[in-house]
């Protein structure tokens, strides 16, 4: 998928000589005929295209930022001029404008405006925490002509994979935009050029990227302007199972299968302190694990998987939580079998988890980052998955927490 489409050969060849007196007379029926169905066909095109278009739900109203909302930047970092959204300069990274809801698989159109140099970008998938651009995906937006397409250059998947050319118009004008994400399929098109066509799946950087979270619009200082924003949605085909979202998946969910830690369910927010371990009432063994987690400095605590719900069973094994960086199982290590590289994280700061088991072999992502492999499981048997407080006044905070069995 990666090379690029070829166009059908050409259809109009000439006739010999010789035959086309004998078929003048069928040739201009044809051509009659044809051009018939052409004038047809081209209104069906265009009737179709329109009522296409009308199926779309626009973002942007033209005259205010509803539907969208700044985060990590001032309040100013964006606005609106001449029916545009615009990146005020005195705003920068990390600011971006994120989309008042989630979407899964779309197709989104805008149109962006470049004059000199300008840098910005289009998120998709972006999380409620985490580092956007590598939990989710990145669009580069960039006013280079690279004659030769870079990682960086306008249409790259930033900073991972080259368009496969590079066709902005950076004088003073506009450009569009198109994003088809339907997943595995990643495809974008650039002045209504096809610039990227991925599987997304097939690239081991890309294919633990989320599947559903927020557009956004990135600031990077630069007055890039962007407008006609529209979208429509694909069917979903993502099935997870929530663990918790709000208090009432507390009883539903989970049990205390040791000690006595002090379990508060907080809204969207179940938080852990003490010393014991909070239980699923299910027992997973393949399975795709997604959890927001903020824990106070030097906390101590872990996530645990195929786990034997006896007290003190040794059948379990335990992702650590502990950000401490020089200890010898820091957070998202696979406790006592393989140390983690440690994660770009801060103290009671939310990041995002994400935990791949099957078989022998189990993977954690932090912050869009793999920091831990191991491929020598010894217990594949289905087990619980278990939260633990491990220490008094170490508390640890988890939110949207969802399972997806593979």
């Known amino acids: 998928m990666h090379d690029q489409q070829k166009n059908p050969p050409g259809l109009g060849a000439a006739l010999p000589e010789a035959r086309r007196g004998a078929k003048a007379g069928l040739i201009s029926r044809r051509g009659l005929l044809a051009g018939s169905l052409g004038a047809i066909m081209g209104g069906t095109i265009t009737a179709s295209a329109a009522q296409g278009e009308e199926s779309f739900v626009s973002l942007f109203d033209g005259q205010t930022l509803r539907g969208w909302h700044i985060r990590e930047g001032p309040e100013s970092a964006f606005y609106v001029q001449d029916g545009a959204i615009v990146v005020h300069e005195g705003s920068n990274f990390p600011t971006w404008l994120c989309s008042e809801r989630q979407y899964e698989n779309f197709d989104f159109r805008c149109e962006f405006f470049l004059r000199g140099w300008m840098d910005s970008g289009v998120y998709v998938h972006a999380p409620e925490h985490g580092r956007n651009a590598w939990i989710g995906f990145y669009i580069k937006l960039f006013h280079k002509q690279d004659p030769v397409p870079l990682k960086e250059s306008a249409g790259a998947i930033f900073p991972l994979v080259a368009p496969r050319k590079v066709n902005v118009r950076n004088r003073g004008e506009w450009n569009t935009l198109r994003i088809l994400m339907d997943w595995p399929v990643l495809r974008v098109w650039i002045n209504e050029e096809l610039v990227q066509d991925l599987d997304v799946e097939s690239i081991p950087e ?201």
């Open 206 to 406: 890309l294919r633990y990227r989320l599947r559903r979270g927020y557009l956004g619009l990135e600031s990077l200082s630069y007055p890039i302007r962007f407008r006609n924003l529209r979208i429509r949605e694909l069917p979903s085909k993502e099935r997870w199972e929530t663990l918790y979202e709000g208090p009432e998946d507390l009883e539903r969910n989970w049990f205390v299968a040791e000690g006595k830690p002090k379990v508060e369910a907080l809204g969207k927010v179940l938080r852990l302190d003490g010393l014991g371990y909070l239980a699923t009432r299910e027992q997973y063994k393949d399975f795709e694990l997604h959890v927001y987690v903020r824990a106070s400095k030097w906390s101590n605590g872990g996530i645990i998987f195929r786990a034997d719900k006896e007290p003190r069973s040794p059948r379990r094994y335990e992702i650590q939580l502990h950000d401490v960086e020089n200890a010898v199982y820091p957070t998202g290590s696979l406790y006592y079998y393989r140390r983690s590289v440690y994660p770009r994280i801060e103290a009671e700061k939310w990041f995002l988890l994400q935990l791949i088991v099957q078989g022998r072999y189990c993977l954690v992502r932090i912050n869009g980052e793999n920091v831990m492999e191991y491929d020598r499981l010894d217990n594949v048997e289905p087990g619980h998955l278990m939260l633990q407080a491990h220490q008094m006044n170490r508390w640890i905070e988890y939110k949207e927490i969802k399972v997806k069995r593979i």
